[in-house]
């Protein structure tokens, strides 16, 4: 057998081989150890995103609202405006991911209830900071596909802004690619 055949009839072994050899796994997000889930309730602005396919028809004012609910759970609307002046509105659930978790990494639903039980449709919600007296929050994904900056009022301080960006960036996010959210007020 010629050196051409082998590697010809090896090929299939190897691209197989390949195949199954995992993708590296990212690092964990480094999160807040601990958040008192009734004050980080109430309204929340978008400062900043990760452009994202769910947030695409969102032009401005996106506002995301969390209600604790008694059992335990997060109820989560979003809202924003279209370029078109229309109001999009998406209602969801969030619900502590468990398994020896800090609180302050959950998972996200916006899908229909009688499909929670696919684990797919869960996202990661993980806080990776927030300040002290609960006015601005990072948040993200362990994939880094998905970044917030929220603050409880239209605008952030541009060091605060800053520092965010900086801590999303040494988490490994592409914040060459965040875009600042147009919001006009409350």
């Known amino acids: 057998m010629n050196s051409r ?3 010809i009839a090896c090929c299939p072994a190897i691209l197989t081989a390949v195949a199954a050899v995992p993708a590296p796994e990212k690092p964990l997000l480094r ?3 601990e958040v008192d889930l009734v004050r980080y309730s109430g309204q929340w ?4 995103r990760l452009p994202n396919p769910f947030q695409e028809r969102c032009a401005a004012n996106v506002i995301a609202t969390y209600t604790l609910r008694d059992d335990g759970r997060i109820t989560v609307i979003n809202r924003c405006r279209a370029q078109n002046g229309e109001q999009i509105e998406a209602e969801g659930i969030a619900r502590l991911a468990g398994k020896g978790q800090p609180n302050s ?4 639903r ?3 209830a009688f499909l929670s039980f696919l684990p797919w449709v869960w996202g990661d919600y993980q806080i990776m900071a927030l300040s002290p007296d609960y006015t601005h929050v990072l948040v993200g994904d362990p994939a880094r596909k998905y970044l917030w900056i ?3 009022s239209p605008s952030l301080e ?3 802004y800053d520092e965010l ?3 999303a960036r040494g988490q490994g996010f592409d914040v060459s690619r965040l875009q600042k959210t147009k919001q006009s007020g409350p």
């Open 5 to 7: 055949r082998v590697l």
């Open 31 to 33: 999160v807040v150890p």
């Open 45 to 48: 602005y978008e400062i900043a």
């Open 105 to 108: 990494v959950l998972k996200v």
């Open 110 to 112: 916006f899908a229909p």
């Open 150 to 152: 929220l603050a409880r």
């Open 158 to 160: 541009d060091t605060t």
């Open 165 to 167: 960006v900086e801590e």
